[in-house]
């Protein structure tokens, strides 16, 4: 696990330096919202009010790991609307000092022609393909990746956030609705509803062995700027697609058997992370809201990211 020394400024301090760099992506969320006795919904967020709904899988079409479908109730929340940024991750490194775990190893996983996943000497989060910066090829406004869970904990903790439960995530990635299928009753080919495993990936990586979104086209074949698909019902941009996004929770197959009702937190031990909404890379089994994917926390890779969530203070 990353050591908490490997952050070189106060939490404090970090946000106030930040608060001084305003983003002027015009990401803030405007419609901000103030319910009585709570605080107004800090800026770039999405409130998500307290619910009950129904995780998992109860038509027997996803994996065992989402069975069996099960009734959870969860506290109001915040949530990032977009997830965090190259640009919004350089300011907290400026800040910090702080260095990720590939930067440190000098490797990270990448998709590669002719290789598909494999570990590529100089790629971080600056380099996801080990070559050139994401800034020098214009992603600032693409989802910072080759986080591993520790980074991605360091950075919202040090944002005065923190990771969110995968039941929160999947609640938000719902937004009331009790479908586990991504698009719904749209068709594939009717709107560009996300960034995942299309026509045009597959014409840059034609040697790709497992399936894409037949009839459908993102126009990207890696990562996408944050905010450029349609949100769901709740304000939340890219919960499904463009890249996974690390929660809080160890993985267990059969955790769903013994979940608690109320605010599940996950195993209290484990080997894998869960990561949650599929990305640029994943095939269609791998999109839904209810979907589980899992990987080392110690991972690097080129398509996992993060959002972070914040509780709610009363006033």
């Known amino acids: 696990m990353a050591?908490?020394?490997?952050?070189?400024?106060?939490?404090?301090?970090?946000?106030?330096?930040?608060?001084l760099d305003v983003d002027t992506e015009g990401w803030a969320n405007d419609s901000d919202r103030v319910t009585s006795g709570v605080r107004a919904t800090p800026p770039g967020m999405v409130f998500?009010?307290?619910g009950?709904?129904?995780?998992?899988?109860?038509?027997?079409?996803?994996?065992?790991?989402?069975?069996?479908?099960?009734?959870?109730?969860?506290?109001?929340?915040?949530?990032d609307t977009h997830e965090v940024t190259n640009r919004?991750?350089?300011?907290?490194?400026?800040?910090?000092?702080?260095?990720?775990?590939?930067?440190?190893?000098?490797?990270?996983?990448?998709?590669?022609?002719?290789?598909?996943?494999?570990?590529?000497?100089?790629?971080?989060?600056?380099?996801?393909?080990?070559?050139?910066?994401?800034?020098?090829?214009r992603r600032g406004s693409h989802p910072v990746v080759m986080l591993t869970w520790d980074d991605a904990k360091v950075y919202?903790?040090?944002?005065?956030?923190?990771?969110?439960?995968?039941?929160?995530?999947?609640?938000?990635?719902?937004?009331?609705s009790a479908t586990n299928i991504w698009l719904g009753k749209a068709q594939s080919g009717s709107r560009e509803v996300g960034n995942v495993a299309d026509q045009t990936h597959k014409q840059n990586f034609?040697?790709?062995?497992?399936?894409?979104?037949?009839?459908?086209?993102?126009?990207?074949?890696?990562?996408?700027?944050?905010?450029?698909?349609?949100?769901?019902?709740?304000?939340?941009y890219d919960m499904i697609g463009n890249v996974s996004e690390w929660v809080a929770d160890w993985y267990a197959n059969d955790y769903y058997v013994e979940s608690p009702r109320k605010n599940p937190q996950?195993?209290?031990?484990g080997h894998f992370k869960v990561l949650r909404g599929g990305a640029w890379s994943s095939s269609p089994s791998y999109l839904?809201?209810?979907?589980?994917?899992?990987n080392a926390p110690t991972t690097a890779n080129a398509a996992h990211g993060v959002r972070c969530a914040k509780d709610v203070e009363q006033q």
């Open 88 to 137: 919004q991750f350089r300011k907290f490194v400026n800040v910090s000092g702080y260095k990720t775990t590939a930067e440190i190893q000098g490797k990270a996983w990448a998709y590669v022609e002719a290789a598909q996943w494999t570990e590529v000497d100089g790629a971080w989060w600056r380099k996801p393909e080990g070559r050139e910066s994401v800034f020098s090829s």
């Open 3 to 19: 050591a908490p020394s490997r952050i070189v400024l106060g939490c404090l301090m970090l946000l106030g330096c930040l608060a």
């Open 266 to 269: 996950g195993p209290s031990i």
């Open 206 to 236: 034609s040697d790709r062995p497992w399936p894409i979104l037949d009839n459908y086209d993102d126009h990207y074949v890696r990562t996408a700027p944050v905010g450029t698909f349609v949100p769901n019902a709740w304000g939340l």
């Open 52 to 79: 009950v709904f129904e995780m998992g899988s109860s038509d027997k079409q996803g994996s065992a790991d989402e069975y069996p479908s099960h009734t959870v109730s969860l506290n109001a929340f915040y949530l």
């Open 156 to 176: 919202c903790e040090g944002m005065g956030k923190r990771l969110p439960i995968e039941a929160e995530w999947e609640y938000a990635a719902r937004a009331g």
């Open 48 to 50: 998500i009010p307290a």
């Open 288 to 294: 839904g809201t209810g979907v589980r994917i899992y």
